[in-house]
């Protein structure tokens, strides 16, 4: 079976810190996909990343930054200078490749709050 | 540019009154899937359908059943309400089975 731990239940910052969500997971299989989402106090679910099992590149997209680490089965999430409109529940998600949908397995995801 | 729609967005149910939870999207996405948030737990996947005709349990089923009407509809149904169906309900859809899900604005579900 497949499980993601998400390691902070809430993390409190102020702004303009630096601060990295951490993500571990468990899986049989030797193929999969790694996701981030942001869940805003609106609600909706906001795609931030996925990432292929094959590829342990690091990514950076302007203020945010994954670490992918294979041999130590976590995907790290890391905002630079935050700010207050980060300030949301972020969710690390698992998924497999082939066999068909069978969908994503969260995290219980880490509420971060930005103070000004 | 709907994506994915989910009616209605809030719901108050009696226990054992049944009802249905509406899902469409517009991206011509093969896979979709209904799943609930509870407070700290995360989201778990209550069913999914890979394509057009073919549904199957996920995690946590049991008190739903699912219809995919066609390539574009998925719908949830609670049959008899229970008080520990109360949480916010997301329908997703996908272009493959793994690939970047779209979520729905959620529904909002209380059942007393």
């Known amino acids: 079976a497949q499980k993601v731990t998400q390691v902070q239940t809430e993390i409190s910052v102020v702004e303009k810190e630096d601060v990295t969500l951490d993500c571990v997971y468990e899986?049989?299989?030797?193929?999969?996909?790694l996701f981030w989402y942001k869940q805003p106090p609106s609600g909706e679910l906001v795609f931030l990343i996925r990432r292929n099992s094959f590829d342990e590149q690091n990514e950076i997209s302007g203020r945010y930054s994954w670490n992918f680490q294979k041999s130590t089965s976590s995907f790290n999430f890391t905002i630079t200078a935050s700010q207050v409109v980060d300030s949301a529940v972020y969710f690390c998600?698992?998924?497999?490749?082939?066999?068909?949908?069978?969908?994503?397995?969260f995290g219980k995801g880490t509420h971060l709050i930005i103070q000004p | 540019n709907a994506g994915v729609t989910q009616t209605p967005k809030f719901q108050v149910l009696k226990t054992g009154q049944s009802m249905t939870l509406q899902c469409a999207q517009d991206?011509?996405?093969?896979?979709m899937y209904w799943y609930r948030q509870d407070p700290g737990m995360g989201l778990r996947l209550i069913y999914y359908s890979a394509s057009e005709g073919t549904t199957d349990k996920g995690e946590v089923p049991n008190g739903y059943n699912v219809s995919r009407l066609n390539k574009r509809e998925f719908s949830l149904r609670l049959e008899s309400a229970a008080p520990s169906q109360t949480s916010v309900y997301f329908c997703?859809?996908?272009?493959?089975?793994?690939?970047?899900?779209?979520f729905g604005q959620g529904t909002r579900l209380t059942v007393v």
């Open positions: 997703a859809s996908s272009p493959t089975g793994v690939g970047k899900a779209f």
């Open positions: 899986t049989r299989d030797t193929t999969y996909y």
């Open positions: 991206m011509n996405h093969n896979s």
């Open positions: 998600a698992l998924s497999f490749v082939g066999g068909g949908a069978d969908g994503l397995t």
